[in-house]
C-alpha cells in the first residue's frame, strides 16, 4: 500500500476505543452474514430434497421454474459469502492498521464512505478510476 504524502504515524492512528468499536461492528455484521448464508444453504438443501421427491410428472416449465428458483438461491448464496468474506478483510485490516486507508492511493477513506460502506478498501476518486476501466 502506498503511504500518503504528508501523513505521519499519530495522523494514521487511531484510539484503542475506536478500533474496538469498528471491530465489535464488523464482527457483529460478519456474524449477522454468516447466519444469513447458513440458513440459505439450509433452504437450499430444503428445496434440493423437495424437488426430487416432488419431480414426478414435472413438465418441462416446472423444471424450468424450479432450476430457475434454484439458481437464484445459489446466487444469493454466493453472494452472501463474498460479503462474509468482504468484511473478514475489513477485520483483517483494522488489525493490521490499514482500515480507513485506501489501497491504491494511500489516503484516508472519508468517514461517511465507510459508515455507508464499512468494507471499502478505496477512496471514492480511485474507486471511480476503477471503475472506468
Known amino acids: 500500500m502506498a503511504k500518503a504524502p504528508g501523513k505521519t504515524a499519530p495522523e494514521r492512528s487511531r484510539s484503542a476505543e475506536e478500533t474496538e468499536q469498528i471491530r465489535l461492528a464488523l ?12 440458513h440459505s444453504l439450509t433452504e437450499l438443501t430444503v428445496m434440493q430434497r423437495e424437488r426430487l421427491e416432488d ?62 460502506f464499512p468494507v471499502a478498501t478505496r477512496c471514492v476518486s480511485c474507486k471511480q478510476l476503477e471503475e472506468r476501466r
Open 55 to 116: 419431480s414426478a410428472g414435472d413438465d418441462q416449465a416446472d423444471t424450468g421454474t424450479k432450476t430457475l428458483e434454484r439458481e437464484q438461491e445459489i446466487t444469493l448464496a454466493n453472494n452472501l459469502l463474498e460479503r462474509v468474506t468482504q468484511v473478514e478483510r475489513a477485520i483483517e485490516r483494522l488489525g493490521e492498521g490499514n482500515y480507513g486507508w485506501c489501497e491504491r492511493c494511500g489516503n484516508a477513506i472519508p468517514v461517511e464512505r465507510l459508515a455507508a
Open 27 to 38: 464482527t457483529e455484521r460478519r456474524d449477522e452474514l454468516q447466519a444469513e448464508y447458513d
